[in-house]
């Protein structure tokens, strides 16, 4: 699962640190998490999955967002877990719930009013769409230049042959 702009989603407030790109989890989903770390429990592969798993969000479930930015090391987290395990990667996304936390504590009252500290699954759906949308529109935008590419090939190929 890559941690791209589709997992990652910035708060309301884009000019703070608070509004960098934040992976937003299943706030049950990380509690159990948590709370098996807190127990010293290992975190099995299908609990990280999960918990980072976007598909299957209820549209009443309440969604937190994580500060993973410090990791620099994430990109993908499939990768990650293959790598160091499901416990480091567990690890590294109750600390980023802590970052985030942090991060807010810091900020004046007037910018800490203004971020999103938690939304409905319903809100995530449709946020994630709106990227995915944007995701796409993006990804049209530099086809026209391929099909430039394509076209201007088989005038040389001719000219060449005439």
């Given at each position: 699962?890559?941690?791209?702009?589709?997992?990652?989603m910035?708060?309301?407030?884009?000019?703070?640190?608070?509004?960098?790109?934040?992976?937003?989890?299943?706030?049950?989903?990380?509690?159990?998490?948590?709370?098996?770390?807190?127990?010293?429990?290992?975190?099995?592969?299908?609990?990280?999955?999960?918990?980072?798993?976007?598909d299957?969000?209820?549209?009443?479930?309440?969604?937190?967002?994580?500060?993973?930015?410090?990791?620099?090391?994430?990109?993908?987290?499939?990768?990650?877990?293959?790598?160091?395990?499901?416990?480091?990667?567990?690890?590294?996304?109750?600390?980023?719930?802590?970052?985030?936390?942090?991060t807010?504590?810091?900020?004046?009252?007037?910018?800490?009013?203004e971020?999103?500290?938690?939304?409905?699954?319903?809100?995530?759906?449709?946020?994630?769409?709106?990227?995915?949308?944007?995701?796409?529109?993006?990804?049209?935008?530099?086809?026209?230049?391929?099909?430039?590419?394509?076209?201007?090939?088989?005038?040389?190929?001719?000219?060449?042959?005439?």
């Amino acid at each position: 699962i890559a941690l791209s702009a589709a997992h990652k989603m910035a708060s309301s407030d884009e000019g703070s640190d608070a509004g960098r790109d934040l992976l937003w989890v299943s706030k049950r989903k990380w509690f159990e998490v948590a709370r098996l770390l807190e127990e010293n429990k290992k975190v099995s592969r299908e609990k990280v999955d999960e918990l980072i798993d976007p598909d299957d969000i209820a549209d009443d479930a309440v969604m937190i967002p994580l500060d993973v930015n410090d990791e620099a090391s994430i990109q993908d987290l499939d990768d990650l877990i293959e790598q160091r395990g499901a416990d480091h990667v567990a690890g590294v996304l109750v600390r980023g719930r802590a970052k985030f936390l942090e991060t807010v504590r810091k900020l004046p009252e007037a910018e800490r009013a203004e971020v999103q500290e938690e939304m409905t699954g319903a809100a995530y759906k449709q946020m994630m769409e709106e990227v995915m949308a944007l995701a796409a529109e993006e990804g049209e935008e530099e086809e026209p230049e391929e099909d430039v590419d394509e076209e201007v090939e088989p005038a040389a190929k001719k000219q060449k042959t005439a």
